[in-house]
């Protein structure tokens, strides 16, 4: 047997006049809104939560994703499987509690689609959502991450992404949230991949460089020649004429 949703919101839902721990409570319109407001009941996220007081009282496994969005077996589109491999899943492997997990980035009763705007993951407002930990140094979580945000909104890319109908590099571009090199690599991006990224929109200097020695080599492998973030730097770009 299994609670139907409106079971859990009569306990779980926000109600006007009563007190209630918040980690506990759930908004309901946010959730009836949400991507999976009306696909989803909450037992289907919240597996171990019986409707027994005892095994409810119990319950601590954390939301498991993957379940339906893992790579193989999908529950869902291609378009919305992805891995958990990434710089975040290796340091979590590696013992770190302090590294996001999806609901960090996409939201938990919340979850919006990616081209949505107010999603979280929506292109528009990814740096806010990575500048959580990286533009802010005053939690546990943002203590042990690099402060890089910082640093990108001086850059050209963060200037120009900050004028209404720009569209620029932003963080996810270079960053690649659900990426298996990111996790296998001793850094969040591999040298030999930063040309092809950078090339994306900078098409036409990507095709030049690769025609030059430094581009043929870091293609055969040699990562001591420079690329394109050895002469522009990272997160600090800025435009040649600065």
Same mark, same amino acid.
């Given at each position: 047997? /299994?609670?139907?949703?409106?079971? #859990? *919101? ?7 006049? &009563? =007190? +209630?721990? $918040?980690? &506990?409570?759930?908004?309901e319109?946010? *959730? ?13 996220? !919240?597996? @171990?939560?019986g409707?027994?007081l005892?095994?409810?009282? +119990? ?13 193989? $077996?999908?529950? &869902?589109?291609?378009?919305? /499987? ?8 290796? %340091?979590?492997? =590696?013992?770190?509690?302090q590294?996001?997990? #999806?609901?960090?980035?996409?939201g +938990?009763?919340?979850?919006q /689609?990616?081209?949505?705007a107010? %999603? ?7 740096r806010?959502t990575?500048?959580? #930990?990286? +533009? ?8 042990a ?9 001086? %850059?050209?890319?963060?200037?120009a992404?900050?004028?209404p109908?720009v569209?620029?590099a932003?963080?996810?571009?270079s960053? *690649?949230?659900h ?15 930063? $040309?092809g *990224? ?11 460089y690769?025609n ?13 020649? $420079?690329?394109?973030? @050895?002469?522009?730097?990272? !997160? ?5 004429s600065?």
């Open positions: 047997m /299994r609670f139907a949703s409106a079971d #859990c *919101l009569f306990c779980h839902g926000v109600r006007p006049g &009563v =007190e +209630a721990d $918040p980690k &506990v409570l759930v908004d319109t946010e *959730l009836e809104q949400s991507v999976h407001g009306d696909k989803l009941q909450c037992h289907d996220c !919240h597996v @171990d939560v409707v027994d005892q095994s409810h009282k +119990a319950a601590r496994k954390p939301v498991d994703c993957s379940r339906c969005h893992g790579p193989s $077996p999908s529950m &869902v589109p291609a378009e919305y /499987r992805g891995r958990a491999d990434s710089i975040h899943q290796r %340091s979590r492997e =590696e013992g770190s509690g590294v996001p997990t #999806c609901r960090y980035c996409h +938990a009763h919340d979850v /689609r990616p081209n949505a107010h %999603s979280r993951v929506n292109r528009g407002n990814i806010k990575c500048g959580a #930990c990286h +533009a802010h140094s005053d939690t546990p979580r943002s203590k991450a690099p402060q890089m945000a910082l640093n990108f909104d001086r %850059s050209i890319h963060g200037r992404e900050s004028e109908g569209v620029a932003t963080c996810t571009d960053h *690649l949230p990426h298996p090199s990111a996790r296998a690599s001793t850094h969040p991006i591999r040298k030999q991949d930063i $040309p *990224l950078c090339g994306k929109c900078h098409k036409e200097i990507y095709e030049g690769r030059t020695i430094h581009g043929r080599d870091l293609g055969r492998g040699n990562l001591d020649v $420079p690329a394109c973030q @050895d002469c522009h730097g990272e !997160h600090t770009i800025q435009a040649p600065d």
